[in-house]
């Protein structure tokens, strides 16, 4: 096993500058500048729930919108998990949340196959909280997935107030995604038949 499982990224392109850090074996402490404070806030949920330490600078251009900042940092957390598990040995690999925030449920069921893929079910939303275009919550999800090697349901069956489901939902993902990442004690080499994932 991994003495340390954090990965590390930089991202530069004409649209944004990244740089970040994730420990999958952390204490759940973040450090975030992304311009974009809604993110900061459910990025700060994902890492707090599910014991990640995360370093996040980021600059993008926020006077288009936050789009391209939003996507990318999706792209470099995905890769930084990929790098901290590396071949993925030992690990459970499947991992499940149900985390309710007042009326809202979500439940987040994920499988570190590297076989990306979404799944994303919500209640009708707001397209806005605050600043903050909901839709670019699915686009971040969709890079993680991406560039994670991770197929991710979303559901959320019942939920009204678009803050409580997006909360509930990036909860439940640390959570799941701390279920997923831990190791079993029982497993020698990777989790699957096929022998790689």
């Known amino acids: 096993m991994a ?10 392109t004409r649209e944004t500058q990244i740089r970040l850090t994730l420990d999958l074996d952390g204490q759940g402490s973040v450090r975030l500048t992304t311009g974009v404070p809604f993110l900061d806030h ?29 996507e990318d940092l999706g792209i470099c957390l995905g890769q930084a998990l990929s790098r901290a598990l590396g071949e993925r ?8 949340a149900v985390v309710p925030m ?37 686009e ?12 991710l ?7 009204a107030n678009t803050h409580h489901i997006l909360e509930a939902i990036f909860k439940a993902l640390g959570r799941a995604l701390d279920e997923a990442t831990a190791f079993d004690r029982r497993r020698r080499g990777v989790p ?3 022998g790689s994932l």
């Open 3 to 12: 003495d340390s499982r954090r990965g590390r990224v930089t991202r530069e």
């Open 42 to 70: 459910m990025l700060t949920l994902f890492a707090a729930h599910g014991l990640f330490d995360l370093d996040v600078e980021a600059q993008g251009d926020l006077e288009v919108d936050a789009h391209h900042t939003v």
């Open 89 to 96: 040995q030992g690990i459970r690999r499947y991992g499940h």
């Open 102 to 138: 007042d009326e809202a449920r979500a439940a987040v069921t994920l499988d570190l196959s590297n076989r990306p893929f979404l799944v994303y079910h919500t209640p009708p939303m707001s397209s806005r909280v605050g600043q903050f275009e909901t839709q670019l919550v699915p």
């Open 140 to 151: 971040f999800l969709r890079a993680f997935c991406q560039h994670g090697g991770i197929t």
């Open 153 to 159: 349901h979303i559901e959320v069956p019942c939920g």
């Open 192 to 194: 699957s038949s096929k």
